[in-house]
């Protein structure tokens, strides 16, 4: 079985372009997160999709983050503009179901690794 | 919401010793506990997870315990090897509900052969 895809691995950047990850989960997994890992910190949830509807955005700063999910499938995250402080990992996960139907294991992907100069 | 305390930061163990992780967590409807471990450079890996009705499970050298009413529970690897090596996670959640994965800060384990 195919893990999660993420592109692209790394990416450096200056403060105030843009930027953008994609993200493909396993074959039927309806439920996709975004997290961001800062250096040393455990993974923080910035949204989470159900199929292509949001379920929880309250941790994206939506002034410069967006991300969506068109058909369901592949998802693509935003920062505009960049900060230097948005320096991190940015890792997708995907869940067969989300934990609000009893949902558990999520399967994380290789990450990108964003470095803001 | 909820709130997980990870400790120690750093376990340094010689190759065949036990490890033992510790984290608390702050919200008592919380039933879903996973461990992930997490090598360099890679995603992060579910090792084990326990839900809240459950006080241990076991797979082979790992194992988690639950005190729900300490609102702590913990990773034990037992015949530590250095491929052990990684940073380890836990997380908590509440099934069920739309409440997500909430991580610890991490612990980097460094198994010395």
């Known amino acids: 079985e195919a893990g999660v895809a993420q592109s692209p691995r790394y990416k450096i950047i200056e403060k105030r372009q843009s930027v953008a990850f994609w993200c493909n989960p396993i074959?039927?997994?309806?439920?996709l997160y975004w997290y961001q890992q800062i250096l040393g910190q455990g993974p923080k949830l910035l949204i989470q999709?159900?199929?292509?509807?949001?379920?929880?955005d309250s941790q994206l700063p939506k002034d410069r983050f967006s991300a969506e999910r068109l058909k369901g499938v592949d998802s693509t995250l935003k920062i505009q503009p960049a900060k230097l402080e948005d320096s991190a990992v940015y890792l997708c996960?995907?869940?067969?179901?989300?934990?609000?139907?009893?949902?558990?294991?999520?399967?994380f992907g290789p990450g990108t690794r964003l470095l803001v100069l | 919401g909820e709130n997980v305390e990870q400790h120690p930061s750093t376990l340094s163990v010689q190759e065949g010793d036990s490890a033992v992780i510790k984290c608390t967590y702050s919200?008592?409807?919380?039933?879903?506990f996973p461990w992930y471990k997490q090598e360099l450079g890679k995603r992060p890996q579910l090792i084990i997870d326990i839900r809240s009705n459950v006080g241990e499970k076991k797979d082979q050298r790992i194992a988690v315990t639950l005190n729900k009413t300490a609102k702590h529970f913990s990773l034990h690897i037992t015949e530590t090897q250095p491929e052990d090596s990684a940073v380890y996670f836990c997380a908590a959640s509440i099934l069920g509900s739309q409440g997500n994965l909430i991580f610890g800060k991490g612990t980097k384990l460094s198994v010395k052969p």
């Open positions: 074959s039927g997994h309806a439920t």
């Open positions: 996960a995907s869940s067969l179901v989300g934990m609000g139907r009893g949902g558990k294991t999520q399967y």
């Open positions: 919200d008592s409807a919380s039933n879903y």
């Open positions: 999709f159900q199929n292509n509807g949001v379920v929880d």
